[in-house]
Nanobody, 118 residues
């Protein structure tokens, strides 16, 4: 079973930046797409950004121009991807989840907390 592991969350002031990283737990032959979702307290999980194996990116309107998702790359055959978050706002506070999909798996991470507060 392929798992994904997120890292990079934390506490940041409004206007600050954070970089989230996501990696598969073991070797994968290929990944079709990877994405970041987030869930704030009392709200449904929502798509933040996604990227396909061909490099096609998609962003939620609320993060366009502030967040950048990397392409999918491979480090010792483990798939990796990151999300650069700039100009963070209090509304970005949430648990961020990484998802990785292929023909063989659809895996979610445990989530990493991002808190934007002064």
């Amino acid at each position: 079973q392929v798992q994904v592991v997120e890292s990079g969350g934390g506490l940041v002031q409004p206007g600050g930046s954070l970089r989230l990283s996501c990696a598969t737990s073991r070797t994968v032959l290929s990944i079709n797409s990877m994405a970041w979702y987030r869930q704030a307290p009392g709200k449904q999980r929502e798509l933040v950004a996604s990227v396909t194996s061909l490099g096609t990116r998609n962003y939620a309107d609320s993060v366009k121009g502030r967040f950048t998702i990397s392409t999918i790359s491979y480090d010792n055959t483990k798939g990796i991807m990151s999300l650069q978050m700039n100009d963070l706002e209090s509304e970005d506070t949430a648990v961020y989840y990484c998802n990785a999909e292929s023909a063989r798996f659809d895996s979610w991470g445990q989530g990493t907390q991002v808190t934007v507060s002064s």
